[in-house]
């Protein structure tokens, strides 16, 4: 497992923006930023946990919730060993708390499945 740390949560009206981030530090020997998938998932009230977006270590694929794409962008800095989450025109509903996952990349398995580093989470309210 690897350490991650998000940021970047808070409150924001329907309509506006805020920018996620996630630092990885701690890979285990023989692994780099590069071969891990990284991905946000968000869990609202109430509600279960659901996967929001995915970036891919090797080629940089993303992949996306349909209620988020064309409003949120993921993105990664290798250089930073960090993986952000932009999100524009943010919607009552995107209110949740949002976790930053990793996994090393395998191939054949769909993005979001066998997570196992997860940070702690970062609150997001957006108000209508």
Known sequence: EVQLVESGGGFVQAGGSLRLSCTASG??????????????????????????????????????LASVKGR?????????????????????????????AARVETYGSKWSD???SWGKGTRVTVSS
Do not use: H
């Open 114 to 116: 066998g997570m196992d």
């Open 27 to 64: 890979f285990p020997s023989g692994f780099t930023f590069s071969d891990y998938i990284l991905g946000w998932f968000r869990q609202a009230p109430g509600k279960e946990r659901e996967e929001v977006a995915g970036i891919s270590g090797d080629d940089g694929m993303t992949f996306y």
């Open 72 to 100: 949120f962008s993921i993105l990664k800095d290798n250089a930073k060993n960090m993986v952000i989450l932009e999100m524009n025109n943010l919607k009552a509903e995107d209110t949740a708390v949002y976790y930053c």
